[in-house]
């Protein structure tokens, strides 16, 4: 499985928006980048997918780059409750397992 | 509607002590799938059912862990003579198709082992 990269961890301000950064220089061509991210005491819980295009959900946008070796997860406007360790996982397509990294621990001052 | 539900959400064993963690999918969800994960860490894969077939078992640690989906819907997972090093959150997750990208987990049993 392709490996991805995250930093640690990043803070953020309520009501400002969040960039949360992804490497993964070894994707395939046949690789979805997904984004879930597990509140504290909760199981993880699925954010966004991509392939190479741009995405856009009620929850976040996924901002691909052209040669698909790094994603961005945006927030728009972090709240409290965004505070929370978000992982991007590199999926084969027809894929079935997920593989989690350490994750980026978001945390969200108020 | 219903997400994906566990029990117990806590247990606590005795090293050597069998146990028995089970998974409700949500309703007519194909795919379920067994993580484990360690204080601090992120989840790691255990196994795959689609139905009632265990097409993946890569990720069992050990022949002490063993699990089954036998009428394709509630899934138990096994660990016999339990050890410390079980110690963990064990999460189930569900998938309504096999080429559905969105997993849904469960809030996990906290299984510690003393």
């Known amino acids: 499985d392709a490996k991805t990269t995250q930093p640690n961890s990043m803070e953020s301000n309520e009501e400002e928006p969040v960039h949360l950064p992804c490497n993964h220089s070894?994707?395939?061509?046949?690789?979805?980048i997904h984004w879930y991210r597990q509140l504290p005491s909760q199981g993880p819980e699925y954010v966004i997918h991509g392939l190479t295009s741009n995405v856009n959900n009620r929850m976040a946008s996924l901002a691909i780059a052209e040669d698909r070796k790094s994603s961005t997860l945006i927030l728009h406007r972090a709240t409290l409750r965004d505070a929370a360790v978000y992982y991007c996982i590199l999926r084969r397509e027809y894929g079935n397992k997920l593989v989690f990294g350490a994750g980026t621990i978001l945390r969200v001052k108020s | 509607g219903a997400g994906v539900s566990q029990s117990p959400r806590y247990k606590v064993a005795k090293r050597g002590q069998d146990v028995a963690l089970r998974c409700d999918p949500i309703?007519?969800?194909?795919?379920l799938f067994w993580y484990q994960q360690a204080l601090g860490q992120g989840p790691e894969f255990l196994t795959y059912?689609?139905?009632?077939?265990?097409?993946?078992k890569s990720g069992l640690p050990s022949d002490r862990f063993f699990a089954e989906r036998p009428e394709g819907s509630v899934s138990t997972l096994k660990i016999q003579r339990t050890q410390q090093e079980d110690s963990a959150v064990y999460l189930c997750a569900s998938r309504s198709g096999a080429g559905e990208h969105e997993q849904f987990f469960g809030p996990g049993t906290r299984l510690t082992v003393l």
């Open positions: 070894t994707i395939s061509g046949t690789d979805y």
């Open positions: 059912f689609q139905n009632e077939a265990q097409l993946d």
């Open positions: 309703s007519g969800h194909v795919s």
